[in-house]
């Protein structure tokens, strides 16, 4: 499998010649969904969902197809009849030669005072889990691990024993749009094996939006 980190949340998934592209938002690239066989998003917030990158992934390939939970759904499914599925925590499917299983129900907390809405995360082939913007920790064992590394609803505490938590062979960063270049070693530091988070054990690697690693044993 080979993967590519696009900008923010963005991540595009590669095998036996078909593309499963996650949370194509409004912080990635333009035509990040673009080329798609299957788009997954995992919740309605702007930087994981942006309709028109969406509506261009399906438009460019009419066999392409979106799973999603059903707040995004509403909002699409009418203009894709067949295309669009609603998932919930507990489903599994196969997209684009992927399989999949859903994780989560609920976004993490941003404050008190604001309603969670619904958030899923994906864990394909048994072997990548996204979990959108929450720290779902998976019933079975995560070779690659996408950790939302910052956030409004997050801090590197939470993100550390997330880490220690889900105990991934790697973790590459995601949700990283908001970090400043100054920022980053910083993060690197703290997740890495010199770090706290090097208590879990496992590789901690950042991309840089395009970048593309094969993911192997």
């Known amino acids: 499998m080979k993967l590519t980190k696009q900008s ?8 036996d010649g078909r593309t499963l592209v996650i949370d194509p938002g409004g912080f990635s690239e333009q035509d990040a969904a ?9 919740h309605e917030h702007p930087d994981h969902f942006d309709e028109g990158r969406l509506r261009a992934a399906l438009e460019a390939n009419p066999a392409a197809e979106l799973w999603t939970l059903r707040s995004v759904a509403e909002q699409v499914s009418a203009a894709f009849p067949g295309r669009v599925h609603t998932v919930g925590e507990g489903d599994a499917f196969t997209a684009a030669g992927f399989d999949v299983r859903v ?13 969670r809405i619904t958030n899923v995360g994906y864990f394909v082939d048994d072997s990548v889990f ?22 409004p609803w997050n801090k590197v ?14 973790a ?7 970090l400043s ?11 890495g094996p010199q770090g706290p988070g090097g208590v879990s054990g496992a590789e901690h690697g950042r991309m840089v939006a395009g970048e593309s690693r094969e993911l192997g044993a």
């Open 8 to 15: 923010h949340a963005c991540v595009r998934l590669e095998k």
């Open 34 to 42: 673009v080329g798609a066989d299957a788009v997954l998003v995992t």
């Open 103 to 115: 994780y989560g129900q609920l976004h993490a907390v941003i404050h008190p005072d604001l309603d």
């Open 130 to 151: 996204h979990p959108g913007d929450a720290l779902t920790v998976p019933d079975r064992p995560v070779d690659t691990l996408m950790l939302p590394v910052m956030a």
């Open 157 to 170: 505490s939470e993100v550390i024993d997330y880490l220690r938590e889900v105990k991934p062979r790697r």
């Open 172 to 178: 590459i960063d995601i949700h990283d749009g908001l």
């Open 181 to 191: 270049d100054q920022a980053r070693p910083v993060y690197d530091r703290m997740l």
